[in-house]
């Protein structure tokens, strides 16, 4: 059972950063593909970014690549997500979650943290 605890959220102005990071309990992290999504008001959760568990391969949404960045400690249990340029749309509460697939998939996920939210003001 992997336990997910993410921080760093908070309440930003439209073009400046965050880095949000996840803690995780299990000592195996590092078998694991990590992944960030974020869901907004009255919208469906959404894939952001994902991580494979070396860190050698990552993958990101259209709409953050580029501002957003996603890297891994695995001796320290911990993924991260720079956010640069942050924009109002961005305004979301973040996730992290492992799967054994590297996947943009909703559902390829089975451990979730609580989320931390962010929120960009204009």
């Known amino acids: 059972q992997v336990q997910l605890v993410e921080s760093g959220g908070g309440l930003v102005q439209a073009g400046d950063s965050l880095r949000l990071s996840c803690a995780a309990s299990?000592?195996?992290?590092?078998?694991?593909?990590m992944g960030w999504f974020r869901q907004a008001p009255g919208k469906e959760r959404e894939f952001v970014s994902v991580?494979?568990?070396?860190?050698?391969?990552?993958y990101y949404a259209v709409s953050v690549k580029g501002r957003f960045t996603i890297s891994r400690d695995n001796a320290k249990n911990t993924v991260y997500l720079q956010m640069n340029s942050l924009k109002p749309d961005d305004t979301a509460v973040y996730y992290c979650a492992a799967a054994a697939d590297f996947s943009e998939l909703r559902k390829k996920y089975g451990y979730w943290g609580q989320g931390t939210q962010v929120t960009v003001s204009s």
């Open positions: 991580i494979s568990r070396s860190g050698g391969s990552t």
């Open positions: 299990e000592r195996t992290f590092s078998s694991y593909n």
